[in-house]
């Protein structure tokens, strides 16, 4: 997994609730067997007409924020269905960091998975970054070690992560092996089970 | 020490290790797989040379992106070619570890959240995990089943287990007895509707209260299901008789001593008298009407008596958002709900495709047909079931015939129109009464006006052609 240590670049904003992974990620691109390329059906619906021309209003269609690696959104992101794609679309189009009040879970977790940042911040401070935002050409820093994000105008923000999840995406760690590492307490489990719990194994 | 809840119970037999930081390794019982979530799991156990721990803990169904008809064909039914590359890619991989499948066509093949409860492969006590957000079904039986992505079903395919930091405690207790014609979706909806779509985020929800009690296993699947749509990731009820007469001589269930020894572990399974929640929330459902989604999220909701809310009423932000929904659900502010003229029904999806979701629309079919009514001219509406098991009890039962003769289309087990992702879906701009779970923009096709409810309503608005209470047809 990439590392994510920090990040300076445009950020899209996009006000608007309830973002839903299907939005995110519609159906029709669920059926890769492939997690590259997820980028093109990005926010489809909202990108591209019926007919698959982009849609001039939407956001990332503006050139003024082309290139954005971050997106400033609404409450409750990433809602809906667990599909990582949403991730893996994000990161494929080039969003590295998302800003919003707040996330859903199985979304927020599945983020650390793949080298993206997630940032909860207070309503009203998403307010002002959205604002910052608006007319796209100003770069935003995001720094991870500090937990901070700084505006273009210089104002800073303060964000909270959880400290193990923080260190992995620090590091770009892959969780299969962190795991690996406790094998045998798996394996002492497994016995413990077996003998307490045997209808659980099938024979 | 103040009593433990039944997530804490739970929580605390699975822990393998806690690391510094606080995440938690958790032991998985059950993985559940489809073709959708998991191709790109096995690519990575490959990259890596990692091997699948414990096949025998796993089980592979196909149902996101099969065709509702024509599966005795097998993959060869499925004229899409993504698809068919991810299903043959499924079987391929589940060959090569060694794990249990049940293929399309296969009469034990269906919906995961169907299939899992109905081989007996889901029990009381376990820890449940599936690339798949309405994983919290399982907890109708008092497991701790959780959706999770593609990373996390290549990280218990490895280890058979989870990083995990423990949610809070959250319980929802229904009171009083439902009104004929009201159950366990609308009991859901109308949570939703109170909590709202975050309500529920960073938390387990158990499910209490006589209403809840008194609730089938297929209703209790149908309110745990739900509970993604509130934002917890799992839904519990602690098991009781219901649970164990339903268990009994499951194909996977524990069987002669092994039953026994069971049956006494999973009576422990409850939250003590004193153990703390971190939220609360009660509703009486004697209050409740049966209820129907008007907007894009599933918290958008309103009794089939009530009205679409009025932007000019609201505050700006959220008028704002109001608008934009009416605007694609092509709905007039303030307009009686019931009003809705509909072009589609569906009636299935892991919330409503069980035996007795079926009997319930079927009784609604029958009663109509018997007044001489049938499903209204301009509207298609399909009955999908859960599971070829639950296709075969039906048929026993007749169902089939009592739908095909209102006119319904009777179709093969599947996901089927409730995410889109195979044949099933809506055109732009159709209007569909359905038993799924999300009304979510495109989420039923491009441009689908997607009204949630329970399949007595479904049924209802079918003949009807448009919104209505289903208690007018019982």
């Known amino acids: 997994m990439r590392p994510f240590t920090d990040l300076h670049a445009k950020a899209a904003p996009l006000p608007m609730a309830n973002l839903d992974t299907d939005q995110i990620i519609p159906k029709q691109f669920l059926k890769t067997v492939e997690r590259e390329g997820l980028g093109k059906g990005l926010f489809y619906d909202l990108r591209f007409d019926a007919a698959g021309h982009p849609k001039p209003g939407f956001v990332l269609n503006d050139p003024r924020y082309a290139g954005a690696g971050i997106l400033v959104a609404g409450d409750n992101f990433g809602c809906g269905s667990s599909r990582e794609h949403a991730a893996w679309a994000l990161e494929d189009f080039g969003i590295r960091c998302v800003i919003a009040p707040s996330f859903a879970d199985i979304f927020y977790g599945n983020c650390f998975q793949n080298g993206l940042l997630p940032i909860a911040l207070p309503e009203a401070d998403v307010r002002v970054l959205m604002d910052e935002a608006k007319g796209g050409n100003h770069v935003f820093s995001v720094d991870l070690a500090s937990q901070t994000v700084t505006a273009p105008s210089g104002r800073l923000f303060r964000f909270e992560i959880d400290p193990a999840r923080k260190e992995k995406l620090l590091q770009g760690l892959d969780s299969i092996g962190e795991t690996l590492q406790h094998a045998a307490e798996i394996d002492v489990f497994e016995m413990r089970q077996a003998l307490g719990q045997p209808w659980l194994e099938r024979a | 020490m103040a009593g433990r809840t039944l997530y804490d119970k739970i929580w605390d037999a699975h822990v393998v290790s806690q690391d510094p930081g606080g995440e938690s390794v958790i032991y998985i019982d059950l993985h559940l797989i489809h073709e959708v979530t998991t191709p790109q799991a096995f690519a990575g156990l490959r990259a890596a040379h990692r091997g699948v721990r414990r096949p025998d803990r796993t089980l592979a169904v196909a149902d996101h992106n099969v065709p509702t008809e024509s599966q005795a064909l097998g993959v060869a039914a499925v004229a899409d070619e993504e698809a068919r590359l991810q299903l043959e890619t499924l079987a391929r991989n589940v060959a090569d570890a060694g794990i249990e499948f049940f293929p399309m066509g296969d009469p034990r093949n269906g919906i995961v959240h169907v299939v899992g409860p109905e081989q007996g492969r889901t029990q009381p006590g376990m820890t449940i995990v599936c690339g798949d957000s309405h994983t919290s079904t399982h907890g109708a039986f008092g497991a701790l089943a959780q959706g999770i992505g593609t990373s996390e079903v290549e990280h218990v395919l490895a280890t058979q287990t989870l990083r995990q930091l423990k949610s809070k405690n959250m319980r929802v207790t229904f009171t009083g007895a439902p009104a004929p014609g009201v159950g366990a979706k609308d009991f859901a909806l109308a949570m939703i509707g109170e909590i709202g779509t975050a309500g529920g985020t960073g938390c387990v929800i158990e499910y209490a209260g006589e209403a809840v009690r008194a609730l089938s296993m297929e209703g209790r699947m149908t309110l745990c299901n739900m509970t993604i749509e509130g934002g917890a990731r799992g839904g519990l009820v602690a098991p009781d008789e219901t649970t164990f007469a339903y268990m009994a001589g499951r194909p996977s269930a524990p069987k002669g001593g092994a039953w026994e020894l069971a049956l006494a572990h999973w009576r422990t399974l409850f939250s003590d008298p004193d153990a703390e929640f971190d939220k609360e929330v009660v509703i009486d459902v004697s209050r409740l009407a049966p209820m129907v989604t008007w907007g894009t999220s599933p918290e958008d909701v309103t009794p089939v008596t009530g009205r679409v809310p009025d932007p000019a ?15 694609y659900m092509g709905l007039e502010p303030g307009q009686p709900i019931a009003d809705a003229r509909i072009d589609r029904v569906f009636i299935g999806s892991c919330t409503n495709s069980r035996i007795e979701d079926l009997r319930a629309a079927a009784d609604v079919a029958r009663r109509a047909t018997e007044r001489g009514r049938r499903v209204a001219d301009h509207v298609r509406a399909m009955v999908v079931p859960g599971s070829g098991l639950v296709k075969e009890q039906a048929e026993i039962e007749g169902l089939d015939e009592v739908f095909r003769r209102a006119g ?12 889109g992702m195979n044949p099933d879906r809506l055109a732009p701009g159709e209007r ?6 999300r009304n979510f923009e495109g989420r039923q096709g491009r441009g689908g006006r997607t009204h949630l409810m329970s399949p007595a309503m479904a049924a209802a608005a079918a003949i ?3 919104i209505v209470d289903a208690r007018k047809f019982l």
Not at chain 2, 316 to 327: C, H, N, T
Not at chain 2, 408 to 415: A, L, S, T, V
Not at chain 2, 432 to 437: D, F
């Open chain 2, 432 to 437: 569909c009464a359905s038993t799924s779970n």
């Open chain 2, 408 to 419: 319904f289309d009777w179709r093969e087990p599947g996901c089927s129109m409730c995410l």
């Open chain 2, 313 to 327: 009423a609201l505050g700006e932000a959220r008028a704002q958002q109001v608008r934009r929904m009416l605007d």
């Open chain 2, 464 to 466: 009807a052609g448009h």
